[in-house]
C-alpha cells in the first residue's frame, strides 16, 4: 500500500493534488484543495504547514515544524483531508527523547539502589557507612523531583510505579545506614571504655 492508498483511502482523488504544489507569492510551496489554501514554509528549525479557508481567512490553522518539507506537505494534505498523521512533529520527536532519556535515569536509579544495598552489607567501617549515606540522602532528595518530571514527560506507567516504589526503599535504606553507623560507633565507645577501664587498674 503506498502513501496516499494509507493517508486517504484507494478511492481519493487526493493523490493527484500532490503533484501540483504550486509556488507562492512568497516562495512557499502551495497547493489549493477543497476550497483551503495549504502553504508549506520552513520554521523553527523545521517545516510547518498553514491551512487558510480561501484568501481572506483571519484566523488559518499553523501546523507544528515537521522534519522535512516532504512530511509538512503530506500532513498538510492529511490534515485537509480529514486523515490521520503519519509523521511525528519535532515537538513530538523531542519529547520521545527526553522520555527516553529519564527511563535512563529510572533504570539508573534502580541499579544504584542495588549497589549501595550490596555496599551495606559489605562496609566495615562508618568512614565507608558515611560514603554510602550521603549517596543514598542525595537519591532520597531528588526522588520526588525525579517522580514529578517522569509524570510529566509521559513515561510508561510500569517504570512509574518502579520509580514511586524506589522512593520508600532508599528512604529505607538510609535508616539502615545510619542504623548500622550508630551500631559501630557503640561498639567503638565500648571498646574505649574497656580499655580506659583496664588502664585504671
Known amino acids: 500500500m503506498g502513501l496516499f492508498d494509507w493517508l486517504f483511502g484507494k478511492k481519493s482523488d487526493v493523490r493527484k493534488y500532490y503533484a501540483h504544489w504550486q509556488t507562492s507569492d512568497r516562495g512557499n510551496p502551495m497547493i489549493l ?3 483551503q489554501r495549504l502553504t508549506v514554509f520552513p520554521s523553527d528549525g523545521g517545516w510547518k504547514y498553514c491551512i487558510a479557508k480561501g484568501e481572506n481567512d483571519d484566523d488559518p490553522y499553523f501546523s ?3 522534519r522535512s518539507e516532504e512530511h509538512a506537505k503530506n500532513e498538510a494534505l492529511a490534515h ?3 486523515s490521520p498523521r503519519q509523521h511525528n512533529t519535532l ?3 523531542a519529547r520521545a527523547i527526553t522520555r527516553s532519556r529519564w527511563e535512563a535515569v529510572l533504570v539508573e536509579k534502580a541499579s544504584k539502589y542495588d549497589q549501595i544495598s550490596d555496599a551495606l552489607s559489605l562496609a566495615a567501617n562508618v568512614t565507608d557507612l558515611r560514603k554510602l549515606e550521603r549517596k543514598v540522602r542525595s537519591e532520597v532528595k531528588i526522588s520526588s523531583w525525579h517522580i514529578s518530571e517522569c509524570y510529566r514527560v509521559g513515561i510508561e506507567q510500569q517504570l512509574l510505579d518502579q ?3 524506589l522512593a520508600p526503599k532508599f528512604e529505607a535504606l538510609a ?3 545510619e542504623s548500622r553507623i550508630a551500631e559501630l560507633k557503640g561498639r567503638s565507645h565500648s571498646k574505649t571504655r574497656k580499655r580506659q577501664a583496664n588502664d585504671d587498674r
Do not use: K, T, V, W
Open 64 to 66: 507544528d515544524p515537521y
Open 175 to 177: 535508616g539502615a545506614i
Open 33 to 35: 484543495y477543497g476550497g
Open 163 to 165: 520509580a514511586e516504589a
Open 91 to 93: 515537538s513530538d520527536d
Open 80 to 82: 485537509a483531508a480529514g
